[in-house]
């Protein structure tokens, strides 16, 4: 049985920074991909950034530059650093790995 557990979220200021994350588990991550996703209040759940079993990896558009995207393999775990987080940023983030979600962790940017 797979499990996502996700950790790191929390209340963060305009320009600050968090990492998220992933811990899997019932499941050797390393040979999927694994995504990170968001959904704001009133919004759709959105890919925010995806990282292949051979490390390549895509980013959505509005979190390039600023979000990275990595893994440990040896610790099963996925990691988010979120850089120069804006307010528009503030969603619950969840990690996806072949259609299992975990609980998700809420990301709150603000003054």
């Known amino acids: 049985q797979v499990q996502l557990v996700e950790s790191g979220g929390g209340l963060v200021q305009p320009g600050g920074s968090l990492r998220l994350s992933c811990a899997a588990s019932?499941?050797?991550?390393?040979?999927?991909?694994i995504g990170w996703y968001r959904q704001a209040p009133g919004k759709q759940r959105e890919l925010v950034a995806l990282?292949?079993?051979?490390?390549?990896?895509n980013y959505a558009d509005s979190v390039k530059g600023r979000f990275t995207i990595s893994r440990d393999n040896a610790k099963n775990t996925v990691y988010l650093q979120m850089n120069s987080l804006k307010p528009e940023d503030t969603a619950v983030y969840y990690c996806?790995?072949?259609?299992?979600w975990g609980q998700g962790t809420q990301v709150t940017v603000s003054s």
């Open positions: 990282i292949r079993s051979g490390g390549g990896t």
């Open positions: 996806n790995l072949m259609n299992n």
């Open positions: 019932g499941i050797i991550s390393s040979i999927y991909a």
